[in-house]
């Protein structure tokens, strides 16, 4: 059962629905074989008292029988044979009940036998149904665990994700500024750092005068 249950989540689309699923069937037919093995006990229990009421019975039937020949006997040592033969007929009656009584035992015997052995397999099939009962709600507690695990991994992966994608938007941002700069600024940026003429006859104007010479080529 544990391998068909194993092949069955892994054909499921979502396993962790099948085995609330399972669990809700393995409750109901608990609930059912408790009610079934509630009536076979209780059968059980009549019959067991009925042969018990037959076993009795045949043995007080025997008794009376053992009663009644005695009585006779002892009417008949006293020689008085028509009372003695009255207690004799009793005996002989309360034998042949006894026989009845005795098809009756034979008869529920195995019908006792098989209730008790029907009992006893509920019993055990119950124990084993409870038993899986427990693995499967066992199985979905940890199916619950993993799921509940991946989904914060599931987010603090988004998390970092969304922190990576808004550094890579704010480099490019920075690139593209650079890039759209207009390509006139830019030369006026490079003019603007390229000395000028006038600029290097100052240079030159203050080499001479600090007593340097200036213009070697």
């Given amino acids: 059962m544990r391998a068909n249950v194993n092949a069955m989540l892994d054909r499921a689309e979502n396993p962790k629905i099948m085995l609330e699923q ?3 069937d393995y409750t109901a037919n608990i609930t059912e074989a408790e009610r079934a093995l509630t009536l076979n006990v209780g059968t059980l229990r009549q019959a067991e008292d009925d042969l018990l009421r037959s076993k009795q019975e045949y043995e007080n039937l025997g008794a009376k029988a053992i009663q009644a020949s005695e009585t006779a006997d002892k009417f008949r040592a006293q020689g008085d044979a028509a009372t003695a033969e009255k207690f004799d007929n009793l005996a002989k009656m309360s034998l042949r009940q006894q026989v ?24 055990l099939g119950l124990a084993k ?20 695990v991946a989904q914060v991994a599931n987010a603090v992966g988004d998390t970092e994700d969304a922190l990576r994608k808004h550094e890579a938007m704010l480099l490019g941002k920075i690139e593209m500024a ?3 700069t207009p390509v006139s600024a830019q030369f006026d940026m490079l003019e603007a750092a390229t000395p000028t003429e006038d600029d290097e006859i100052a240079a030159r104007f203050a080499a001479l005068k600090a007593g340097k010479s200036v213009g070697a080529i």
């Fill in 100 to 123: 009845e009584i005795e098809t009756r035992i034979q008869d529920q015997l195995p019908i006792v036998k098989a209730q008790q052995q029907e009992a006893e397999q509920l019993k």
């Fill in 129 to 148: 149904m409870k038993e899986k009962l427990g693995d499967l709600r066992k199985q979905k507690d940890e199916m619950v665990s993993r799921i509940s």
């Fill in 22 to 24: 399972l669990v809700r």
């Fill in 178 to 180: 650079e890039i759209s």
